[in-house]
Nanobody
């Protein structure tokens, strides 16, 4: 069983900063990628940032230059440093892990999601 626990969400004023964390635990053999997505009610979940095992990171155009994703491989943790926050960044932010994990039938490629953390940008 793999669990992802996000933390760091909250209320922040426009122009402010927040740092999200996502810690993965469980029987993980290897991680191909860890990513942050966000979702606003009534809209599709969208990719915010994705870090791969090769240490490359891709960002949504809307957050480039403002958000920075980083990963601590030893802790199976991914972070999202968000700066210059805008009201349109308000959303539930979800952590995603894609990797090789232990299942009931052995080691398999799986995708997991955290429960999400709410970020509200408002004055």
């Amino acid at each position: 069983q793999v669990q992802l626990v996000e933390s760091g969400g909250g209320l922040v004023q426009p122009g402010g900063s927040l740092r999200l964390s996502c810690a993965a635990s469980g029987s993980i053999f290897s991680i191909n990628a860890m990513a942050w997505y966000r979702q606003v009610p009534g809209k599709q979940r969208e990719l915010v940032a994705k870090t791969t095992s090769g240490a490359s990171t891709n960002y949504a155009d809307s957050v480039k230059g403002r958000f920075t994703a980083s990963r601590d491989g030893a802790k199976n943790t991914v972070y999202l440093q968000m700066t210059s926050l805008k009201p349109e960044d308000t959303a539930v932010y979800y952590c995603n892990l894609a990797g090789r994990v232990l299942t009931g039938t052995g080691w398999s490629q799986r995708d997991y999601w955290g429960k999400g953390t709410l970020v509200t940008v408002s004055s």
